[in-house]
């Protein structure tokens, strides 16, 4: 008689094989989940790298916009040519910028705007640029951001300039790019321009542009005109290439901090 075989083993065999296969299918739904994971994330990645780049591209077109349109339409004019203004006053926003030197309290700007004015220098006087210019444009200044005519100290540096449609020879010549004063000269806290030329008489081009978001504004100068802003980047600006004749102006700009104040330049 022949001997019975014991399925004891066999069963055995069977059930380390079903072990393994559930061994199997749970890596299985394990590697899964990790690659939905990865996919996910690398999906996240894609769009918000493709976020950054609409954004990025949609902020540089808004600045070369503001940049261009200065050059072939300006969207508001401040102050015309042909206009006689009494007092022109635009409050804006102050930046931030002054939060980074020392603050003089009643002096410092807390509020902040640009205003024209043709009542402070007569045509004449503009011509002759008479030594209480200074004075009488620090007073209007004062008196327009209701500060202390006396919290005020002349800064350098203030000069007189010349513009006509030679071309830039060096890099400082090139009068014409957006810039802001704060930055550009940190002791500046007010600006000032007195024009002794006139818009499309004299010069044409020339114009001066407060370069802001979605419209930019314009003076046309003429002589005796005051145009006077604070000077952070609330105020980002540049003038118009001058195409013919030649524009005169004097760049007036005040302090708040007495250390960076100096005396009346002497007229001859």
């Known amino acids: 008689m022949a001997p019975q075989r014991r399925a004891g083993p066999k069963a055995a065999e069977s059930g380390v094989g079903s072990a393994g296969t559930w061994a199997d299918r749970g890596e299985r739904r394990r590697l899964s989940s990790v690659r939905k994971s990865r996919a996910h994330q690398e999906s996240r990645r894609k769009w918000l790298k493709v976020a950054f780049l609409v954004s990025s591209a949609v902020l540089l077109s808004l600045l070369s916009w503001s940049y261009l349109v200065s050059e072939d339409g300006v969207a508001e004019v401040l102050a015309h040519y042909s206009e006689s203004l009494q007092d022109r006053f635009i409050e804006v926003p102050c930046s931030e910028d002054y939060d980074s030197h020392k603050r003089f309290e009643g002096c410092t700007p807390r509020k902040c705007g640009r205003g024209i004015t043709d009542t402070v220098i007569t045509r004449e006087e503009a011509e002759r640029i008479r030594s209480d210019v200074r004075r009488r444009i620090q007073q209007t200044i004062a008196q327009a951001f209701g500060i202390s005519s006396s919290s005020m100290y002349l800064t350098k540096p203030t000069f007189f300039s010349r513009i006509n449609s030679t071309e830039a020879k060096t890099t400082h010549d090139e009068y014409w790019h957006p810039h802001i004063d704060k930055v550009t000269y940190g002791s500046f806290d007010y600006t000032s321009l007195l024009y002794l030329s006139d818009y499309t008489?004299?010069?044409?081009?020339?114009?001066?542009?407060?370069?802001?978001?979605?419209?930019?504004?314009?003076?046309?100068?003429?002589?005796?005109r005051v145009s006077f802003f604070t000077s952070g980047s609330e105020n980002l600006h540049r003038v118009e290439k001058?195409?013919?004749?030649?524009?005169?102006?004097?760049?007036?700009?005040?302090?708040?901090?007495?250390?960076?104040?100096?005396?009346?330049?002497?007229?001859?």
Do not use: Q
């Not at 020339?206 to 002589?223: H, I, L």
């Open 242 to 268: 001058v195409r013919w004749g030649t524009r005169y102006a004097i760049t007036i700009s005040f302090t708040c901090n007495p250390d960076h104040g100096i005396e009346d330049p002497v007229l001859t």
């Open 201 to 224: 008489e004299d010069f044409g081009g020339g114009r001066f542009v407060f370069m802001d978001v979605g419209a930019n504004k314009t003076v046309e100068p003429r002589a005796g």
